[in-house]
């Protein structure tokens, strides 16, 4: 069983940063592109970025395209996201999840995810 442990949310101004880990434990990264989704209060959860198994694929929500950064580190089965210029629109619990792939480029798209971690909070308020 793989387990995912988010980290890194908090409460911060507008135009201010924050990076978010997920950290997982029982199974190797390596196999498993990685996305990023979110859920604002009242709203459907959605993807935010991807990040192939090789992490030479990457994409993202237009919303967030220029503002955010996707990245794995491997070594330390850890996967991050980066964001900048956060906006009150990006409050929301950020969640990372893991798919098993069976090409290096892939990054699937939907919900379908294998394992999911519970969540981190984000807030940005001033």
């Known amino acids: 069983q793989l387990q995912l442990v988010e980290s890194g949310g908090g409460l911060v101004q507008p135009g201010g940063s924050l990076r978010l880990s997920c950290a997982a434990s029982?199974?190797?990264?390596?196999?498993?592109?990685i996305r990023w989704f979110r859920q604002a209060p009242g709203k459907e959860r959605e993807g935010v970025s991807c990040?192939?198994?090789?992490?030479?694929?990457?994409n993202y929500a237009d919303s967030v395209k220029g503002r955010f950064t996707i990245s794995r580190d491997n070594a330390k089965n850890t996967a991050y996201l980066q964001m900048k210029n956060l906006k009150p629109e990006d409050t929301a619990i950020y969640y990372c999840?893991?798919?098993?792939?069976?090409?290096?480029?892939?990054?699937?798209?939907?919900?379908?995810?294998?394992?999911w971690g519970q969540g981190t909070q984000v807030t940005v308020s001033s």
């Open positions: 999840a893991v798919r098993l792939v069976a090409t290096d480029w892939t990054c699937p798209r939907g919900n379908l995810y294998d394992y």
């Open positions: 990040i192939s198994r090789n992490g030479g694929s990457t």
């Open positions: 029982g199974k190797t990264l390596n196999p498993y592109a």
